[in-house]
């Protein structure tokens, strides 16, 4: 059986043949104990069956490309065991092929504590899909604990499109949106994170934590100033960035990203989907500001995004062109006029840890991250899990990439202690 490819299907799959990222989402779980393997296996293979897209494969045909049935197979690399962080490092650098599936792929590395890595193809879902996909894993695993004949007796399998998002948008303020909101698509910035030529390039995912205490800190420090943590992680973004870069008060563009259920009154888990939208803050940094100073024109920018529409433009701009000029001729112009962000920024947020529970398990931390970008693409992604918030950023690089990267995630680290150190603007 086929079903339709969706408009955030062809999006992700064009930003690997554009050369932004590879089209992976990155989820790793680490345990205080062990977890059982045969357990583990059968979940994962319970979760293919039970999310059908998982097991689905891509066909591509340009705007009628379409997911497709196929009979079982047994896919040697749905479910893996190692016994060395280098194989699952590996193994979490890896990719799922859309062509041949599945679309998900789980390996267990097996020590005195052991460790989960989910990759999942960003075609099939966003950060938040794999969250859910990540919920229902466990939620599966624990049940088999309890019953070894256990299967789900429910199928998730519904509309992946982003209709829903946009149905309830009146035709005024659609016009009103297309007209006045035109910005807040991905774009080019003028300005690059500092990268290597080196030819000789390899997959890595540099993280840093930011442990419960200081986080608590943060988050009095946004309650006493009305803010929210991600206007203060972006800040302190803005502030490494324009010091790296030499920008001396210039303006630096960056899109980060708007999960769209926000829009949704059922917000249900109902099919894995790309609900993913973009909104781009623009502002420089004068000689001599003050984290506060600084902090204070993000908060006032992204009020400003969040009272007009926050990423509303980009789904309705797709919406547009495709019910214009239909499926071909819709895909041309999507593919000729894509523009990949040099520097972008994704907040995950939080992985729930009422329901992210593997029974008999507990979690010591669990992060997720987005794709493995190319150069001089660049991304710094935000997960938090029990308190506990990491920092990713993922590149096809080489050692002094790598270099680069660690010396801006201790900047990050630097900026937030004013946060946590202060606490008073």
């Keep these: 059986m086929r ?3 969706e408009l955030f299907d062809y999006l992700q799959y064009l930003y690997d043949t554009t050369g932004f990222n590879d089209h992976q989402l990155h989820c790793v779980i680490i345990f205080e104990n062990k977890i059982n393997a045969l357990a583990m296996e059968m979940a994962v293979r319970l979760l293919i069956k039970t999310v059908p897209i998982l097991s689905r494969v891509y066909r591509n045909n340009n705007g009628s490309s379409y997911w497709e049935d196929i009979n079982p197979l047994e896919w040697t690399d749905l479910f893996m065991i190692v016994d060395n962080e280098e194989d699952f490092e590996r193994f979490t650098f890896s990719k799922t092929n859309e062509e041949i599936g599945p679309q998900i792929k789980v390996c267990l590395l097996q020590s005195a504590s052991d460790s989960l890595s989910i990759i999942m193809n960003h075609m099939v879902c966003d950060g938040a899909g794999i969250k859910q996909c990540a ?11 309890k019953d070894p004949e256990y299967v ?7 509309d992946r499109s982003f209709k829903k998002i946009i149905s309830g948008v009146r035709l005024t303020d659609r016009i009103k949106i297309l007209l006045f909101n035109n910005k807040d698509n991905n774009q080019r910035n003028n300005y690059k994170f500092p990268m290597s030529t080196e030819a000789k390039t390899s997959p890595f995912i540099l993280r840093h934590e930011i442990l419960p205490e200081r986080y608590y800190e943060i988050r009095n420090f946004c309650k006493k100033h009305n803010v929210t943590v991600n206007d203060v992680i972006l800040t302190a973004y803005f502030r490494v960035l324009s010091d790296m870069l030499n920008l001396n008060g210039k303006a630096l563009s960056i899109p980060i990203m708007i999960d769209m259920r926000r829009y949704l009154t059922d917000k249900s888990f109902n099919a894995p989907a790309n609900l993913s939208s973009t909104v781009i803050i623009r502002l420089g940094i004068r000689p001599g500001e ?12 992204m009020n400003v995004k969040k009272n007009n529409y926050l990423g509303l433009n980009t789904f309705l701009k797709l919406d547009a062109v495709f019910k214009i000029f239909k499926d071909n001729w819709g895909y041309k112009i999507l593919k000729n006029s894509l523009k990949n962000p040099d520097i972008c920024m994704t907040n995950i947020g939080v992985l729930d840890s009422t ?12 992060f997720i991250c987005g794709s493995i970008k190319y150069r001089p693409h660049f991304q710094l992604a935000i997960s938090s899990f029990n308190d506990k918030m990491t920092f990713c950023v993922n590149l096809y690089g080489s050692r002094q990439d790598r270099e680069n990267i660690s010396k801006f995630l201790e900047l990050m680290d630097s900026e937030l202690k004013i946060v946590s150190k202060d606490g008073i603007c």
């Design 355 to 366: 329901k992210l529970i593997f029974e008999g398990s507990p979690i010591t931390n669990a």
């Design 135 to 145: 919920y229902l894993l466990a939620d599966i695993y624990s049940n088999i604990l």
């Design 152 to 158: 789900p007796d429910y199928i998730i399998d519904g």
């Design 3 to 5: 079903f339709k490819a």
């Design 290 to 301: 003050d984290f506060c100073q600084t902090l204070a024109k993000v908060s006032s920018e």
